[in-house]
Nanobody
């Protein structure tokens, strides 16, 4: 299983970016696809997730209403649309996947078995 995150870059506050996560190696029916981020000097934190089959989404309070997760089954892609970006959104963003993740576990790193390499998002003020 491979996950490849891309789409990061430099953007001004208030701007938008769309991150992509290319998946390969298996079908992800039944899996949860998550996005996490790690800011400089901070621990990695949950951003959001989507259940591949049902399409249910979950978001951290800090991004709710600004970020949207979606997936394209035909292309095996997961996306993180980020709007109204703030300097505090600056971080390396990772996509991850895992199976048999209960709703109570969606925000926990340890629930995800597979991880991509991360893509850097920098938001300037």
């Amino acid at each position: 299983v491979q996950l490849q995150a891309s789409g990061g870059g430099l953007v001004q506050a208030g701007g938008s970016l769309r991150l992509s996560c290319a998946t390969s190696g298996r079908t992800f029916s039944g899996y949860v696809m998550g996005w996490f981020r790690q800011a400089p000097g901070k621990e990695r934190e949950f951003v959001g997730a989507i259940r591949w089959s049902a399409g249910f989404t979950y978001y951290a309070d800090s991004v709710k209403g600004r970020f949207t997760i979606s997936r394209n089954n035909a292309k095996n892609m997961v996306y993180l649309q980020m709007n109204s970006l703030k300097p505090e959104d600056t971080a390396v963003y990772y996509c991850a996947s895992g199976s048999s993740i209960m709703m109570s576990q969606v925000r926990e790193e340890v629930a995800y078995r597979y991880w991509g390499q991360g893509t850097l998002v920098t938001v300037s003020s």
